[in-house]
């Protein structure tokens, strides 16, 4: 099959378009898959480039959001046709532990992420377990659902798990152009919170807007943390959604009101931050880290996205063979939404 591979940690350059082996199996609690659409993300970016502690098999095949048709389904793979239209769940884990069986699936001991620690969807077929396989309706195209699962289960988890967002509240979201921005925006407006978003560029306003934003700062042009103050009278925001890091961080807390939360899931910006550790208990402000989310939240989400309550956004659709050149636009931030292969 053509999938793209790379064979060491580095550049875009390391990744090859390339004939390899077919996808495994599968075996009898698995279902392969014809891969349609593949959604890019900076988790890509980082496997790739090789971080600190990474040791995964090569050559390996990235992507974490996967969507396609079963071509074969195993013996104990109950309720899957050939031809059924699927969607990847990128999280597993053991399904036995406390922490799976209480919905907190990536707290788990052996949680790890399709793409990432196993092989993904940069190809033209994936195998994996039934127990990670989605139905899904033809409410959205197969390339459109694959902006879905990575994006719109940590931005959920993220805002009213971790976050704890409630109707009514103001919420700062940076990067309303991000994959996962996109995905924050329009579920903390559906939750009834006054969204007020960054982008970077003047193009991307009417889009943020579109999608549901109140208010919308151009971090080029303003000061993020001094808008936020203006807009709120003051105040600040009670619930900041980080995943910038190290560029944003400070700001981000200054951002916030009395009491507020912060809550982040990702460094594009750098990996590191200081606090001002009087700013943080003299303000009764709290962090919370979030990674990924569990099975029943992206189900939740799923159900809101078939209704059409919440949608996927795709900027651009790109051949597999062009990954590298998504990955190079994803890096580039010139983009809003998702960016997806299609095989
Ligand atoms: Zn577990």
């Known amino acids: ?97 406390r922490h799976c069986l209480s919905g907190n699936d990536s707290q788990c001991e052996e949680f790890q992420i399709v793409g990432y620690q196993t092989q993904g969807g940069y190809a033209e077929f994936i195998t994996v377990s039934a127990t990670n396989v989605l139905s899904i309706s033809d409410a959205w195209s197969l390339e459109e659902w694959a902006a879905v699962p990575l994006v719109f289960l940590t931005a959920w988890h993220m805002l009213l798990k971790r976050g704890g967002l409630k109707p009514g509240e103001d919420v700062l979201i940076h990067a309303a152009g991000s994959g996962i921005g996109s995905a924050a925006v329009q579920i903390a407006k559906l939750c009834g919170a006054r969204v007020i978003t960054t982008v970077g560029s003047r193009e991307k306003i009417e889009k943020a807007k579109k999608l549901g934003a109140d208010d919308v700062i151009n971090y080029r042009e303003q000061d993020f943390s001094e808008a936020v103050k203006k807009l709120t009278g003051g105040k600040g925001v009670e619930l900041v959604f980080e995943h910038i890091g190290q560029e944003t961080w400070e700001k981000s807390l200054r951002s916030l009101a009395k009491g507020g939360r912060m809550a982040i899931c990702g460094v594009t910006g750098g990996p590191t931050g200081t606090v001002d550790i009087p700013f943080l208990f003299l303000r009764q402000l709290s962090i919370h880290g979030s990674y990924m989310g569990g099975r029943n939240e992206l189900l939740d989400a799923i159900r809101l996205i078939e209704q059409g309550k919440l949608r996927p956004v795709v900027d651009t659709v790109f051949p597999l063979k062009d990954a590298a050149l998504a990955q190079k636009k994803m890096a580039e931030r010139k983009f809003f939404g998702k960016l997806v292969l299609r095989p």
């Open 1 to 97: 099959m053509k999938a793209v591979v790379f064979n060491e940690h580095g550049g875009v350059d390391k990744l090859r378009y390339e004939d390899i082996e077919d996808a495994p199996g599968p075996g009898s609690h698995e279902v392969k898959i014809r891969v349609r659409g593949c959604g890019v993300n900076h988790l890509d970016i980082w496997v790739r480039e090789g971080m600190r502690g990474l040791d995964i098999p090569m050559p390996h095949i990235l992507g974490s959001e996967v969507t396609g048709e079963i071509v074969e389904a195993g013996k104990s793979a109950l309720g899957f046709k050939v031809g059924q239209r699927v969607m990847v769940t990128p999280g597993i884990s053991c399904r036995r532990c």
